[in-house]
């Protein structure tokens, strides 16, 4: 059993959660999913399948969600699962004063983790020292937004922003709510979030743990070809004994443009075999094995 899953995590649900169930469900150890969800968080959950696993690093990046920011309160966890630090009324808040600053969050921009993050900082998660008490601090790093639209918005006392973000990866969508709250002076929270897109798999395609049973138990589970999920990567074709070779590991010569970059790899039958890297060799450029995930005598 090889290949993907589009698993819609429920709320929750950590994404470990998620993997364990389906590991129990598919009856396999090899199970592992390309990128975590906060447990407060619905959507996409790509899950990894027996020897696709190999695959996760290879995944494009590029993700979508759908946020919902709360304005007039802030909390330890920048979302609705962590205690409230301030709340205060904010009804004179519109929508035309917070579009002004959509423009601040879209493109490079240096970004500062939450606390309760999984990120490490001397061998230990953020989360970790954050419920010890410790202060910690917690560096900027850059993130890549690409676009941001405001979907609805909802006045009151405590007025809801609905916004459709897309970014690359390491953005944490609870730091543009908290930031965003920052620049218009009334604190934010992440109300909701989903993510729509994750890997090249898209929402509207997804299924549920308890669909994901179902199928099981009736044989009708069809797990997502592996390389469906690596458009991102350029192609290599060998022929018969360029496959035979590069199956057991064997360096070949390479003709074309090196851009060091990784390249999926199929044999004369359009069979996808797994990962290829060019590399520099002592008479040129070589195609090397990065990743076996199929054999053409499976």
């Keep these: 059993m090889m290949g993907f899953i589009n698993l819609h995590k ?4 950590s994404s470990h959660d998620c993997v364990a169930r389906v590991r129990r ?6 199970v592992g999913h390309g990128g975590t969800l906060d447990p407060l968080a619905t959507g996409v959950l790509p899950i990894a399948v027996g020897r696709a696993t190999r695959l996760l690093q290879f995944l494009p ?15 330890t966890t920048d979302d609705l699962e962590g205690e409230i630090i301030t709340q205060e009324k904010c009804p004179d808040l519109s929508v035309e004063i917070i579009s002004n600053f ?5 493109g490079n921009i240096e970004q500062i983790p939450p606390i309760y993050s999984a990120i490490k900082q001397n061998g230990k998660k953020l989360y970790e020292l954050a419920r010890q008490g410790k202060e910690v601090n917690i560096p900027s790093r850059k993130v890549e937004i690409f676009d941001i639209k405001i979907i609805s918005w909802q006045s009151g006392d405590y007025p809801e922003l609905d916004l459709d973000i897309i970014c690359g990866a390491g953005t944490y969508i609870r730091a543009i709510a908290r930031d965003l709250g ?20 898209e929402i509207k395609n997804s299924i549920n743990l308890e669909l994901l049973e179902q199928q099981k138990n ?12 690596l458009q991102n990567l350029p192609i290599i074709n060998l022929n018969d004994q360029e ?7 064997q360096k070949l010569s390479y003709q074309g443009e090196d851009n060091n970059n990784f390249y999926r790899t199929y044999n004369n039958q359009q069979q996808f075999m797994g990962i290829s890297e060019i590399k ?8 090397q094995p990065k990743v076996v995930v199929t054999t053409t005598d499976e």
């Design 25 to 30: 469900i598919l009856n396999t150890k090899k």
């Design 10 to 13: 429920p709320k929750g649900f």
């Design 243 to 249: 496959s035979w070779r590069w199956q057991q590991g």
């Design 61 to 75: 990046t590029k993700k979508a969600y759908r946020a919902k920011v709360r304005f007039g309160l802030t909390t």
């Design 182 to 201: 920052q620049k218009v002076r009334t604190g934010a929270t992440l109300a909701k979030l989903e993510r729509t897109l994750s890997c090249n798999l």
């Design 280 to 287: 520099q060799g002592q008479e040129g450029f070589i195609i």
């Design 218 to 229: 009736n044989n009708q589970l069809t797990l997502i070809t592996p390389d469906l999920l």
């Design 102 to 106: 959509i423009p601040d969050f879209i």
